[in-house]
């Protein structure tokens, strides 16, 4: 039985979830009104699956829950946000073809006897939107035409309109850089002040030792720890979340830079991608840096044909031989491999199985005359299973039963079989645990051992720092400069991650000072 104290906002008692196998078992937890409590453990621990009971979206198999003292079982997503009770999901779940101010008021229409006034949707919207900083965007864009760092913002803002108790934030700077993210922050204080709970949950263990009040670890399904986030630094916090100790320094190995494998030069797209150029030698990590909406992206796309420039080239090898790249089957042919952000809308099949999905880019390698071995797709699948500790039950799993991060790593998975000179990532750790991000760095490291070239697109500096050689900073499409290792701090490059910007406005001002009231 639990006592119920006025402070104490949501209670869970012996939670435990099935599928297969437990996934929860025995979760006891309280929420205290105005708190913020940050929820960490590593890939597959359960973090999603306990948000998705409080949030409506599963059931448990096991006990019971109290919202301000009266027993709490949803029915559905939808009563649970009728209570107050509201979820930023780490998979995206915007509707593409819709605008934005109509994602944002979806459940919610402003309108008059049925009627959905235009006018007040606009308004509306533009008030939610300028809460997360979105100010720039036209609430009538379609959402499908929106960047995903963007589209996280709208599913924030989305979350942060009407009554709420309870926010359950479930990766939710997973795609956004340091200003987004400092706007989330602020929004949750201000949700705090206001009484709201807040469960927070992230593998960038900095943000949680900054926003949190308490810190609660799963691990394998059980909770292994509710305390106070005073009594730990961030070395002993890995330590809790991995259970064992990590460094934060990696041996990118004995590796040898040689010559020019990329060439990129005077890149262009409408304004997203301007007059960009680059090399990246073998044997190099060249990374990208940028806020959101920077082109980072755009450029990916463009090298891999996925969109097409309007002027620029792209060249492989030395001496560099320019090469016709139209779409993302050229790319390939020519060794170009392009790892998406985006596992939901372009990485995954979700309804297939893990290694599907695997021999989704290595068909040559598993079939031939166009029948595909299954046993040499099972023995491929495991081969990455292994390598990235991709938790599951085998290659035969589905893809949409695994953890965010472990779908994640069957995306990289997927690329790393194949042979290719160039290899583009994107995020590649987006929503990955500190323990497997390692595994991945150092993948990472072997993929330039065997002389590839490869470019890594991160919201993450830290990251960048750690395991690139270069590091190039885009700025409202343009690279604004290039960096070299041990040349850089963390304020050089956010200070040229903003200088794009403060040009372009002052132009911009000077252009149209008598439009301005
Ligand atoms: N529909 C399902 N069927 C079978 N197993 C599932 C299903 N959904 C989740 N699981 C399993 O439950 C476990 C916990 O998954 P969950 O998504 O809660 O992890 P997580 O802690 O959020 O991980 P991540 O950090 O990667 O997001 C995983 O092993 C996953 O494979
Ligand atoms: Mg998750």
Known sequence: MSVSTPDVVLTVSGIGKTYAQPVLTGIDLTLRRGEVLALTGENGAGKSTLSKIIGGLATPTTGQMQFLGQDYRPGSRAQAEG?????????????PTLSVAENLFLDNLPGIGGWISRKQLRKAAIVAMAQVGLDSIDPDTLVGELGIGHQQMVEIARNLIGDCHVLILDEPTAMLTTREVEMLFEQ????????????YISHRLEELARVAQRIAVLRDGHLVRVEPMANYNSEQLVTLMVGRELVEHIDMGAREIGAPALTVKGLSRSDKVRDVSFEVRTGEIFGISGLIGAGR????RLIFGADLADSGTVALGSPAQVVSIRSPVDAVGHGIALIT?????EGLLLTQSISANIALGNMPVISSGGIVDNNDEHALAQRQIDAMRIRSSGPGQLVSELSGGNQQKVVIGRWLERDCSVLLFDEPTRGIDVGAKFDIYNLLGELTRQGKALVVVSSDLRELMLICDRIGVLSAGRLIETFERDSWTQDDLLAAAFAGYQKHDAL??????????
Do not use: F, H, W, Y
């Open 341 to 345: 952000e985006d596992r939901k809308g």
């Open 508 to 517: 911009l001002n000077e252009a149209a000072p008598r439009d301005l009231p």
């Open 188 to 199: 949750i204080t201000r949700l705090q002040v206001r009484g709201v709970s807040i469960i």
């Open 297 to 300: 992206t755009e450029l990916l």
């Open 83 to 95: 209570m107050g009770i509201r979820m930023v999901m780490q998979e995206l779940n915007l509707l």
